[in-house]
């Protein structure tokens, strides 16, 4: 009999995605197809303020039936369940099935032996549950899921497989009592929960998506002991984020008061194209180190010729400080205007220093401890080189 998992594992054991013939098997066994529900989401433009848009597509549909058997992630919920959109639409994915090379990068990072337990943070689809059945054994796999339609579709399409779990509903943050040898989540956190690190065996692992929330998420791989977890980023991760450590899409105008009468005027040698530097690493030391912040950028119209390649760059976080930086191609200073208790503009320059002094070390050059505490410190190349701390909630 063909095993029903058999497309898709030879597509990415082509790729050489797939190293572990334990995780060979377990991709062979299972059916991704019998995990994607009958409606998926796809991004179809972008409203007014620049938000994507995602519409409703049905599985039959012939792109979705060709994502569903190769390397594509596919969402299969927006808005909570409750799409926000213009006409039915969606603006915020909130829940998917994962792009399967994704999930093998994940699932190998745990290191995993026979007869090891392993808490799942974010059930999901199920698809991914499924796979550590396979690997482990029902008895060994504990799975939570925070919404309860999803968590229960979940259980259908599991039981339905022939695997039964321990499935539960209720907040990842707060997992169900261990000790489990790994915890592996498929939601992004901005500060990996102490209840994770104290629910791991020394000696064990945690995988997660992480980030500090300016950029998007990096795969973390952690390895426990009694005090803490310590790690490194080992690739990108792009996930959603736990549901109490995320942040709200509202329009940035929201955040930003041109019009404070308070508001300081200053010039500023830092050049502010900087918070849109792509360089592996920057990204994670500027978050971390100036919590909280956005960004958004227009520049001059392309028929304003004495304008040519000038840019309004405006920063700021949800607490009421923002703050805004005229860029011109000749070079600075350039005028900055700031509103709010925080000087935005002198923690992002910091932070660049930081960056610069350390090296302006790539992401695999970063690592984070946890502690028992929840307080965090990211590292460059070895936790005795700390770039900043933050204590516990």
């Keep these: 009999m063909t095993p029903p998992g058999l497309s898709l594992a030879r597509l990415l ?41 995602f519409t409703a597509r049905p599985r039959t549909d012939p792109d979705v039936a060709r994502w569903i058997s ?20 969606g603006i915020v994915p909130t829940s998917s099935i994962s792009q399967p090379s994704l999930v093998v990068r994940m699932l190998e990072a745990l290191d995993a032996r026979d007869g090891d337990t392993v808490l799942e943070v974010g059930t999901g689809t199920g698809y991914n549950t499924a796979l550590l059945c396979e690997r482990f054994g029902d008895q060994s796999v504990t799975s939570i899921e925070v919404d309860p339609a999803v968590a229960e579709d979940a259980r259908t399409r599991l039981h339905a497989a022939g695997y039964k779990p321990r499935l539960l509903v209720g907040e990842g943050a707060d997992p169900p009592p261990g000790p489990y040898d790994h915890v592996l ?102 978050g971390w180190l100036v919590p909280d912040l956005a960004y958004t950028a227009f520049e001059a119209a392309e028929d304003n010729v004495e304008a040519a390649g000038e840019a309004t760059v405006y920063v700021y976080d949800r607490a009421g400080s923002w703050a805004l930086a005229e860029y011109e191609p ?63 909630p």
């Design 13 to 53: 054991s082509a790729r050489g995605v797939v190293q572990d013939p334990a995780w060979h098997r377990a991709l062979l066994a299972v059916d991704r197809s019998a995990f994607v529900p009958d409606t998926v989401w796809v991004r179809s433009g972008a409203d007014p303020g620049g938000y994507d848009l």
């Design 70 to 89: 190769e390397d594509y992630a596919l969402m299969t919920q927006v808005d909570d369940g409750r799409p926000a959109g213009p006409g039915g639409s």
């Design 185 to 286: 989540a498929t939601v992004a956190a901005r500060r990996v929960p102490p209840a994770w690190v104290a629910q791991t065996r020394s000696g064990g692992t945690i995988v997660t998506p992480w980030g500090p929330g300016f950029t998007s998420a990096a795969l973390l791989r952690l390895e426990a002991s009694e005090k803490a977890a310590r790690g490194r980023m080992v690739g990108d991760a792009a996930f959603m984020w736990l549901r109490d450590q995320r942040q709200q899409v509202r329009p940035w105008r929201e955040f930003v008061n041109e019009n404070d009468p308070e508001a300081v005027t200053e010039f500023r040698a830092l050049n502010p194209r900087v918070v849109a530097d792509r360089s592996p690493g920057w990204g994670v030391v500027l």
């Design 330 to 392: 000749g070079g600075g200073p350039y005028e900055t205007r700031r509103g709010g208790v925080r000087d935005l503009w002198g923690e992002i320059t910091r932070a660049r220093q930081v960056w610069c002094e350390t090296g302006r070390p790539g992401r695999d050059r970063l690592g984070v401890t946890v502690g028992a505490d929840g307080g965090h410190t990211l590292w460059v190349d070895r936790p005795e080189q700390a770039i900043a701390a933050r204590p516990g």
